[in-house]
Nanobody, 122 residues
Framework: QVQLVESGGALVQAGGSLRLSCAASGSIFSINDMGWYRQAPGKQRELVATITRSGDTNYVGSVKGRFTISRDNAKNTLYLQMNGLKPEDTGVYYC????????????????WGQGTQVTVSS
């Protein structure tokens, strides 16, 4: 029904930058909140940043001032600009979206992408 596809992950040196994208497609009526999470090897998935439909943002403390979350509502696409990358930012980055389906119930369902690998070398 809904697919989220992340892209932009890569191997980068510490101090470098990456821009992740997450494109949502399918039977989408509207998208409410969207977010980025990450999972490092051997650790639980953690919140990185979220953004509401109107553009209000929230960040985990460790990325404040370095990462910027944004979205293009017309394209149903979410972005994460990551600057000043550190080795501890390494992990698989997942996007999610709260989606109301065309012809579906009048509430939002949460969908997840498959993830994109970000590796930061020291």
């Amino acid at each position: 029904q809904v697919q989220l596809v992340e892209s932009g992950g890569a191997l980068v040196q510490a101090g470098g930058s990456l821009r992740l994208s997450c494109a949502a497609s399918g039977s989408i009526f509207s998208i409410n909140d969207m977010g980025w999470y990450r999972q490092a090897p051997g650790k639980q998935r953690e919140l990185v940043a979220t953004i509401t439909r109107s553009g209000d943002t929230n960040y985990v403390g460790s990325v404040k001032g370095r990462f910027t979350i944004s979205r293009d509502n017309a394209k149903n696409t979410l972005y994460l600009q990551m600057n000043g990358l550190k080795p501890e930012d390494t992990g698989v980055y997942y996007c999610n979206a709260d989606v109301r389906l065309v012809g579906g119930p009048a509430w939002y369902l949460r969908y997840w992408g498959q993830g994109t690998q970000v590796t930061v070398s020291s």
